[in-house]
């Protein structure tokens, strides 16, 4: 993969997202609970004129509905992970989920729709670092550094 754009900011993080996804109808994220649902919600809210769903890890049975709501996106009804794009996010790769590439594989191969796009949404390299890059068909990654201090 080549680097064919770059941003600063959350804000140029957000709208890589938006021009990756194109005039797709419906994205399915798949991350770990707590650490990438706020994530997945607020990749959501910047495309919430599309349907998304949240996935827990790689359990397609898990699928939740992300519905806007007065205080943004929030995961609600159960729904159909089949999805025009699969935005997988960083947490996935960490050691801590305990999921394989196969079982990302597998449930990419069951709900992504044909001729859609594999996303990967990460920070400070996580698909590269686990290894990743080779071993899945992303169509793209959108990586962010996070670089920051403390004052007091």
Same mark, same amino acid.
Request: proline fraction near 4%; aromatic fraction near 8%.
């Given at each position: 993969?080549?680097?064919?754009?770059?941003?600063?900011?959350?804000?140029?993080?957000?709208?890589?997202?938006?021009?990756? @996804?194109?005039?797709? $109808?419906?994205?399915?994220?798949?991350?770990?609970?707590?650490v990438c649902?706020?994530?997945?919600?607020?990749?959501?809210?910047?495309?919430?004129?599309? $349907?998304?769903?949240?996935?827990?890890?790689?359990?397609? $049975?898990?699928?939740?509905?992300?519905?806007?709501?007065?205080?943004?996106?929030?995961l609600s009804?159960?729904?159909?992970?089949?999805?025009?794009?699969?935005?997988?996010?960083?947490?996935?790769?960490?050691?801590?989920?305990?999921?394989? +590439?196969?079982? @990302?594989?597998?449930m990419i191969?069951?709900?992504?729709?044909?001729?859609?796009?594999?996303?990967?949404?990460?920070?400070?390299?996580?698909?590269?670092?686990?290894?990743?890059?080779?071993?899945?068909?992303?169509?793209?990654?959108?990586?962010?550094?996070?670089?920051?201090? +403390?004052?007091?």
């Open positions: 993969m080549e680097k064919i754009n770059e941003f600063k900011g959350i804000n140029g993080n957000l709208l890589a997202f938006k021009d990756a @996804v194109g005039d797709a $109808e419906k994205i399915t994220f798949a991350g770990t609970p707590g649902t706020p994530f997945a919600e607020l990749f959501a809210y910047v495309v919430r004129d599309k $349907e998304s769903v949240f996935v827990t890890l790689t359990d397609i $049975e898990s699928a939740k509905k992300m519905e806007l709501t007065p205080q943004g996106m929030q009804e159960p729904a159909d992970p089949q999805a025009d794009v699969v935005a997988l996010l960083g947490g996935l790769s960490m050691p801590k989920s305990n999921v394989t +590439v196969e079982e @990302v594989n597998d191969d069951n709900i992504l729709k044909k001729d859609g796009k594999v996303i990967g949404l990460c920070y400070m390299d996580m698909f590269k670092e686990a290894g990743w890059l080779d071993k899945i068909n992303f169509d793209c990654i959108i990586n962010g550094i996070l670089t920051g201090y +403390v004052l007091k």
